[in-house]
């Protein structure tokens, strides 16, 4: 089934309303929908770089926008859809654990699930369920998904279908590498 909604997904960059697709996906993706935008930027910045910070931006927006819905879920219907959706990503155990020391580290958890591959939609319906202060979710949302989506245009914009192959395979390994360096530092600077 995933494997389908990816390739559904990739043919939509070649859609003559792609710009579109893409802004629905975004949205989507930051709430319910498992594929991220990156599968159809991608290829659309690579027919088109001149529009890649258009994209990006497109991208950012439209993630950010469905971040809020994520938001809503998990503060409105966190029982009815928020749950089944966490479940189906197998959080759903774990959520009470999790709930518990969430809103401490909130704004890291947005921002490092904004940019590296763990489903953002986790995070985005985790911070309606425990109620994270809404300003700081945005602010969060709002970089850690300018950067990821920013970077990805940068990098096409740059150096073209070269580097596709390390924005697939290695780009998400590499923010994640970043993120737990960052974190690490932190710790190591509070407990030193």
């Known amino acids: 089934m995933i494997r389908s909604l990816y390739d559904w997904t990739l043919s939509l960059a070649n859609h003559p309303r792609a710009l579109w697709a893409l802004a629905l996906i975004a949205f989507i993706e930051s709430s319910v929908f498992p594929i991220p935008p990156d599968v159809l930027m991608i290829p659309m910045i690579i027919a088109a770089p001149r529009r890649a910070f258009l994209i990006a931006t497109v991208a950012t927006?439209?993630?950010?926008?469905?971040?809020?819905?994520?938001?809503?879920?998990?503060?409105?219907?966190?029982?009815?859809?928020?749950?089944?959706?966490?479940?189906?990503?197998?959080?759903?155990?774990?959520?009470?654990?999790?709930?518990?020391r969430y809103n401490d580290w909130g704004a890291w958890a947005v921002l490092i699930a904004g940019v590296t591959p763990f489903p953002f939609k986790v995070i985005t319906i985790a911070s309606g369920a425990t109620g994270l202060s809404i300003p700081v979710f945005i602010i969060a949302s709002i970089i850690a998904r300018a950067l990821r989506f920013f970077i990805v245009a940068v990098l096409l914009w740059k150096f073209g279908p070269p580097i596709r192959d390390f924005i697939e395979r290695r780009l998400g390994l590499a923010f994640t590498a970043f993120c737990v360096l960052l974190v690490g530092g932190f710790i190591l600077v509070r407990y030193l």
């Open 61 to 100: 927006v439209s993630s950010v926008l469905g971040a809020l819905l994520g938001y809503y879920i998990g503060a409105v219907l966190f029982d009815t859809v928020g749950q089944p959706v966490l479940d189906f990503y197998g959080k759903g155990e774990d959520f009470a654990a999790f709930a518990d």
